[in-house]
């Protein structure tokens, strides 16, 4: 057949397709084995209470893997943005599924709380205290 029509080569359509399902079957593996590889560490913010103008009262759920000392942040606002409480929170090596109830002492009434994040060790890369100048951060935790 090659001698008699000149067929002497594969259509370069089908070389091209090939080479993409072949790259594209490579990407998938590599992100679902990624994705199976990487360390679960989720954080959901549960609720808050406003107790009292010195206190905030705050509920989040930890899911970890049971051996890591996870680092968690939260932190309390006023109205005009300004931080009124911040407190890193230490979570020692335990169960995989941890619920957390923190009382956040605030300097004055606060209008927003936020869980910054969590992350495996001592530290957790999040936002830094922004409370404005000359202002002293309160002493964690609150206590009666």
């Given at each position: 057949m090659i001698a008699r029509?000149?067929?002497?080569?594969?259509?370069?359509?089908?070389?091209?397709?090939?080479t993409l399902l072949i790259v594209g079957f490579?990407?998938?593996?590599?992100?679902?084995?990624l994705g199976l590889n990487r360390d679960t560490l989720t954080a959901t913010l549960i609720t808050?209470?406003?107790?009292?103008?010195?206190?905030?009262?705050?509920?989040?759920?930890?899911?970890?893997?049971?051996?890591?000392?996870?680092?968690c942040v939260v932190r309390a606002q006023d109205k005009?943005?300004?931080d009124v409480g911040?407190?890193?929170i230490t979570l020692e090596p335990g169960a995989a599924t941890v619920r957390v109830d923190y009382e956040l002492?605030?300097?004055a009434p606060?209008?927003?709380?936020?869980?910054?994040?969590?992350?495996?060790?001592?530290?957790?890369?999040?936002?830094?205290?922004q409370f404005p100048p000359g202002v002293v951060p309160p002493n964690q935790p609150w206590s009666p």
């Open positions: 029509y000149g067929l002497d080569r594969r259509p370069i359509g089908t070389i091209i397709g090939a490579v990407a998938a593996l590599i992100f679902v084995s808050w209470d406003d107790v009292a103008p010195d206190h905030v009262s705050v509920t989040f759920d930890v899911q970890r893997q049971a051996a890591d000392t996870v680092t005009s943005r300004a911040y407190a890193a002492r605030t300097l606060a209008y927003v709380l936020e869980l910054l994040g969590c992350s495996v060790g001592p530290t957790a890369n999040v936002i830094q205290p």
